[in-house]
């Protein structure tokens, strides 16, 4: 049996609709163009302009003339010189993964019922063996999907070998990256130092490992996560329910919302796994995240951002906070109202501290009792040379307080529609931009 008819009886192509093929013009992508329906397929090459020019320019004239040899429309898409490495210092990854996202962001906006990219099975293998490798989570072992949305790779269940013994025997010359030799790439270093010790016997055995655990995901429902500016929470029914896999995305889905670049160790997780479900615990601290249990609901925040800014308070609106607004029991729209001229002095807007108390109108109360009573890790304080001025804690799920003396001006809740322009209005609604 010739390479080809190995290869046709793996390949798993679209039976219709418009096709855009990712035509980097490496020997993957190459044999698979050369097997694509020419009538519905368009090749696009993404030039990440990471390369010299001339390396560059001698690629794309080859990709054209091996378009054209299959009668297939060509297309050249460019991202701008140093976009790559710009957005991988911004998003704290490597060179390879936001050359990556800038690519599929420019081909998503190509119009085509398919796009269709030229993963095969050792890329799968390279894949799984980098995730297990840095005790990547359970689900995530499924590794490169055959269909994901748009996206379909039809070599997916192809050997390396399969495409190169095709190559030769259809006599086609392709481009090579210079970077597919960098060592210092990892999963080039997972290439060249590993996979020529595996057959392809063993590669399909890891595909399968690869299925399997992509049948697991679907075993379940994911965990529903409720998203705020300054916290997450989901049911605890929800995930004591779930299995491991789902509880495992939950918790390092949190992770990447809040910012952090570095994944949890298998440890760490299991540790906050073991708390989460176990109902005789309502708090605990960990290295990056406070996790509160309140009336069958999970909060996760992050660290307090600790911060001290002062203000003139003739200015209208404080920076970083917005109006926000309340109905009363009767319907009307009300909202949070200051009124500035009841402040002594200059208003510094904090992070709670110890010590910090509030004359409520129920008497004087910590704000460590509050935060008790919200279930809450932190908040937020106004305070003047008087005393503090405000608690702003409702953007973590808590309430915002004012001081007796600004109540005993009447100074709680005005009614929007009769606010006067003119008013000086304070609303604890977080931002975080």
Known sequence: MSYKELILSRLQ????????????????????????????????????????????EREIEL????????????EVLHIERGRVEELAREGRMGIEAAARRLRYALLSKVEASYILTAHHLDDQVETFLMRISSCSPVYSLEG?????????????NVPKSWIMGYLDEQGLEYSSDSTNSDLSYERNRIRHLVLPFLTDGQKDLISCICRNAGLLRRKGKEIILFRNPGFVFFSFDDYSAAPVWWREKAVFDIN???????RLSRNEFSKIDAFLLDKSVSHVETSRFSIFKRHGMIRFF??????????????????????SAKEDNGGDLKMLCIDFSCVQGTLVLRTDRLLDEIEL?????????????????????????????????????????????????????????????????????????
């Open 256 to 262: 990447h919302y809040f910012g952090y670049a570095k």
């Open 63 to 74: 990709n054209r003339r091996n378009a054209e040899r299959f009668c297939i429309p060509f």
């Open 144 to 156: 490169i999907r055959y269909c994901d949305g748009r996206i379909i790779r039809p070599l997916l």
């Open 302 to 323: 992050s660290p307090a951002f600790h911060f001290v800014t002062v203000f003139d308070p003739s200015g209208t609106f404080v920076p970083g906070f917005f109006l």
């Open 361 to 433: 109108k129920e008497g004087i109360k910590r704000i460590s009792e509050l935060k008790k009573e919200y279930g809450i890790p932190y908040c937020y304080v106004l305070e003047d040379k008087e005393g503090l001025v405000a608690v702003l804690s409702s953007f973590l799920g808590g309430r915002d307080r004012l001081s007796r003396r600004f109540l005993g001006k009447k100074g709680l809740y005005v009614a929007a529609e009769r606010m006067d322009e003119g008013k000086k209005i304070f609303s604890s609604t977080f931002s975080y931009n």
């Open 13 to 56: 192509i679209p039976s219709e609709g418009n096709l855009v093929l990712a035509f980097s013009g490496g020997s993957d992508s190459l044999a698979l163009l050369s097997l694509l329906p020419s009538e519905r397929t368009m090749a696009v090459y993404v030039n990440h302009n990471i390369r010299s020019q001339e390396e560059l």
